[in-house]
């Protein structure tokens, strides 16, 4: 049975600004893997609940997807509640042990899925990213989690992203959002900075890139187009 790793974050602020994981941004891939037959375990740098953007379930932001995992699907949700802590596994459990690793965003990762502000974990994001891309294996992440890329290398010392056709949360979005001041790097910028080839279509509409076996995915309007690449790579 195939396995994917779903890993979100633990972070309830950015700053002041109370935020966690944007609940579309996972549960459109988990319900995607889990209509595949997929294995799928969620993950966070400090285990247990994963707090859940307030916003990512109010209005228009509260997909139908959302919904459906919220509400309906236990099993999903119960993962969610009760995640597996990152920093008390080894690195190798996950590379050997899964087949993908899916990175949700919201802007609770930009708070522990960078080096610079990593939690006490021993930046165990940026650590498992390089031995799983390493190992060859499909790695996807979606608006703010390509974050946790940026501060990767590669087995030779270069940025990750360096060369990579990529995308992820832009400029203008995070302006959009008005939380540029908050951040301590927008994904676009930081991107370009360290040599990506980065791709972007309009605010809040659908982009996914895959560049050998990193997939990126721009916003919370391009999650299921990331899971679907991922399913994708797996299939081949």
Do not use: R
């Amino acid at each position: 049975m195939v396995k994917v790793a779903l890993i979100c974050t633990s972070a309830d602020k950015l700053g002041d600004h109370p935020t966690g994981v944007w609940l579309e941004e996972a549960a459109a891939p988990f319900l995607l893997f889990q209509d595949k037959g997929y294995a799928v375990d969620i993950f966070s740098p400090k285990g247990g609940a994963i707090p859940v953007d307030a916003a990512s379930i109010s209005g228009d932001f509260y997909t139908t997807s959302a919904q459906k995992f919220k509400e309906e699907d236990s099993t999903g949700w119960q993962k969610l509640q009760n995640s597996i802590s990152l920093a008390g596994t080894n690195t190798d459990v996950i590379v050997d042990g899964y087949d993908a690793i899916f990175l949700a965003g919201g802007h609770g990762t930009m708070t522990d899925f960078i080096t610079k502000e990593g939690p006490s974990s021993e930046y165990v994001i940026t650590k498992l990213i390089e031995a799983f891309y390493a190992s060859g294996k499909p790695l996807a992440a979606v608006c703010h989690g390509p974050a946790a890329l940026l501060d990767a290398k590669k087995p030779n010392g270069e940025p990750l992203v360096k060369g990579l056709t990529m995308t992820a949360f832009t400029n203008v979005e995070e302006e959009q959002v008005q939380l540029t001041g908050a951040v301590p790097f927008i994904p676009e910028a930081k991107a370009i900075e360290l040599g990506a080839t980065f791709e972007k279509a309009d605010p809040w509409h659908s982009k996914a890139c895959v560049d050998g076996n990193v997939i990126t995915g721009q916003n919370p309007q391009s999650s299921e187009a990331a899971a679907e690449l991922l399913i994708e790579a797996l299939s081949s």
